[in-house]
């Protein structure tokens, strides 16, 4: 199984091979910094100079060490944090809030705990298009069966029961909560789709389940996919894309870079697949993440 091999992390700078012709960007990082204020005059850096083109429909994984910055880098793309210096754009705008432009999957688990299955999926499509006072009107009834109707299709594509719909997230396993936290992205119709570390709670059996669900969905839909892990094995599996966050340095004025960028085969890598290959690039980036500084191969041969 894909997710029973663990590992984390950071690369040197290499550059991602280039397609034959370049598809239209969903997001574009410009120059992003991110720091904190530590005492009265000294700051934290977390992120410098980090600028990146993510193009419509890959699926792009973020790997790196413990506190590199990886879940601020998603949080700003989000909208949710904002850069101290650059800006960053998705579907063209610049974000500055959170807005219906990405979906977002958390690591722990972003249902509602008083409303039911049903209720939180119909929830955002419901208060996004009719406010309080809309509601009032006869054409929410319609939409609102239209909505239940796309949850209780989305809960069968991600593998629950109708049944499931009305149960409460406390009445839910943990691979089921994140199953209904996908179909809750979903059910926005976003064509970004950010993944803070979304499996890392769950059991090695759960988790691999997930991981080939959330590929056959994205193989169907092609969003565009930003996805944090600390599992190597994981990214490789999941990704066509892989970035890794590192530190020159754990100065407080020195930020994670981009130590490496690289394309991945479309249809993901595995041990079971690619055996020695797999391994064998599972420790070279593993050994970037540590600090190394050397240049990588990437699957198809080239030197990134």
């Known amino acids: 199984m894909v997710s029973s ?15 034959l012709l370049p598809s239209p960007k969903a997001i574009q990082i410009q120059n992003v910094s991110v720091s904190y204020p530590i005492g009265k005059k000294l700051r934290r850096t977390i992120l410098e100079d980090i600028s990146l ?47 219906s432009r990405c979906g977002y999957v958390p690591q722990k688990y972003s249902l509602f705990p008083d409303r039911t299955v049903l209720e939180n999926l119909a929830m955002g ?68 789709l950010l993944m803070d570390e979304a499996f890392s709670a769950l059991d090695p059996a759960t988790r691999g389940s997930l991981q080939r669900l959330l590929r056959s969905v994205w193989s169907e ?21 892989l970035i890794v966050l590192a530190r020159s340095s754990q100065a407080d004025h020195c930020g994670s870079r981009v130590a490496l960028d690289m394309q991945l085969p479309a249809s993901g890598m595995s041990l079971c697949n690619n055996g020695q290959e797999f391994l064998d690039l599972v420790d070279h980036i593993e050994q970037f993440s540590r600090g190394d500084r050397h240049t990588m191969p990437s699957p198809d041969g080239e030197t990134r």
């Open 5 to 19: 091999l663990s590992a984390p992390q950071a690369h040197p700078h290499a550059e991602a091979s280039s397609s």
């Open 125 to 192: 499509p419901e208060t996004s298009n009719y406010h309080i006072l809309g509601r009032l009107k006869p054409s929410f009834r319609a939409y609102r069966r239209k909505v239940h109707a796309e949850a209780l299709n989305q809960l069968r594509h991600l593998g629950l029961q109708q049944s499931d719909a009305g149960k409460y997230p406390h009445q839910l396993s943990g691979g089921m909560q994140q199953r209904v936290a996908i179909a809750q992205a979903l059910m926005m119709k976003s064509r970004v």
């Open 221 to 241: 839909t092609k969003p565009t996919v930003v996805f944090v892990t600390h599992n190597t094995a994981e990214a490789l599996y999941l990704g066509t894309r």
């Open 53 to 99: 083109d993510i193009q419509q429909g890959e699926f792009v994984v973020l790997l790196g060490e413990t506190g590199c910055g990886k879940s601020t880098l998603l949080r700003t793309i989000l909208g949710q944090e904002h850069p101290t210096q650059g800006c960053i754009t998705v579907s063209g705008s610049t974000v500055q809030r959170v807005d």
